[in-house]
């Protein structure tokens, strides 16, 4: 009730109770200035719901009506608070209409689900952890967390130890990945830098490392590992004339075989020496020659420990045949070569050098490609497995030297061995006789004829018929004037061919004739004759 003349306002029935305990050391009212004003209301944030949970929405409080500027302006000014005596003796204050207390309704509560789980109530009861947070209690916001459980603000689950430790290691392997790739391209830029400047010393050039010693038996090496020590170097000192060539051993005894053309020059009061592989150099003698086939053997006496050459099958022989060469060129002993044979059955004759045609060799040679030289003849050449296939003896060249190596021509690739079965036959027959037979067939050859074939001359060389009176050619019916056109089948074009291929054969051999008589040809068969001469 307001008195006449008095501002009229109004006390409520009951106060609100204060949010905090009255302050015992009289501090201004709350949310006034002064020295100890207490801390502002905490304001709880909302719990955040589980990822892909669905959540109910919270119930609106009635906003809190705020006073209207009329009734601020009429507001009385705050009193003093009154003492205890006055208070006890203070009469009861008049009542007025008091304003209803109408407190907000408290947020409906947000429920906790498990991820992916619908709720089973619209209003789900769950408890907020920060909700329960009070900054005035006496343990820590730590210590109330713990009390409380965890705090999760996603739904992502906490990893386990074992995850932890996974992902440590991932980490440390692209770290080391990475201090790996980094180091390496530093050290590759620094060494191109080095190399290109030359910094650290002296040059050093890289070498491969070493190969094993032994080498396959079929190859070049292995083959000349195994023959050298059986190939031997002749130095022939005559009274006119010098040379060098080349032989092989054939025997324990000491003979070795070479070219009759090497060992001639020394005649009868010449000497020969032998140089073995080794070094060792001894005095020869020749024990058999024959300048028909071009063979000599000679013989060393009182070296020991010899190792002979083992001698092949030059019928065997394929073109195409891989082959190596030993010999001593232009005086260079122990050189080695290699080619193939490039042909079979070459018609060569070498010699001629005497009026007589005494000196004329007729060899139905072994062609190949492997380089042969001045100093090569007289030695072998062998096949894949070391074995002597033939004696080389001849080249073809393409002039006639120069003064540099004594007029004597280099290998232009052809050059012609004699077949090791011929020689094989000649050797026995020298070591043996100290001479060697020929097959012949009793008839004297017309070596003017330039028509295809071989002619029977119509007289010997001595005024004598042209066929031998009881020889081979006659026995077989052979007349003056035939022309022998093929032996065994092959064609021969000259007389120098029919003699190679006569030569090609053993004394009591058998051959077989095609000849041209009156425009005709007719076949004879007749067995080789033997003769000491040329």
Known sequence: MATTGETSWAVPAERPRPLHDPDPYSTPPYGEPGPWAPAPPVQHPAATPAHGTAVSAPTAAPPTPMPTPAATAHAPAPKPMPTPAATAHAPAPVPSTPAPHVPAPAPAPIASVPHGTAPADPVPQVTDPWGRYDPWAAASAKEQASARGPLQQTGVGVPTEKQRKRSARRALFAWTLVVALFSAGVGGVAGAYVQREGLGGDVRLPQAGSVPAGRAPDSVAGIAARALPSVVTLHV???????????????????????????????????????????????????????????????????????????????????????????????????????????KERPITAGGGKSDGSDVSYVDALQTDAPINPGNSGGPLLDSRAQVIGINSAIRSAGSGSEADGGQAGSIGLGFAIPVNQAKRVAEELINDGRATHPVIGVTLDMGYTGDGARIDSQSAGG????????????????????????????????????????????????RLTVERDGGEREVSLVLGASEQN
């Open 237 to 343: 000192r005559g009274a006119d004339e010098a040379g060098t060539g080349t032989g092989f051993v054939l025997d324990t005894a000491g003979h070795i075989l070479t070219n009759n053309h090497v060992v001639e020059p020394a005649g009868t009061g010449g000497e020969i020496s032998v140089t073995f592989s080794t070094g060792d150099t001894v005095k020869a003698k020749v024990v058999g020659r024959d300048s028909g086939y071009d063979l000599a053997v000679v013989q060393v006496r009182g070296v020991h420990g010899l190792t002979p050459l083992p001698l092949g099958n030059s019928d065997d022989v394929q073109v195409g045949d891989p082959v190596v060469a030993i010999g001593a060129p232009f005086d260079l002993a122990n050189t080695v070569t290699s080619g193939i044979i490039s042909a």
């Open 464 to 511: 004598g018929p042209a066929v031998t009176r009881g020889g081979p050619g006659e026995r077989a019916g052979l007349r003056a004037g035939d022309v022998i056109i093929e032996v065994g089948g092959e064609r021969v074009h000259s007389g120098e061919e029919l003699i190679v291929k006569i030569r090609a054969h053993r004394p009591g051999d058998r051959l």
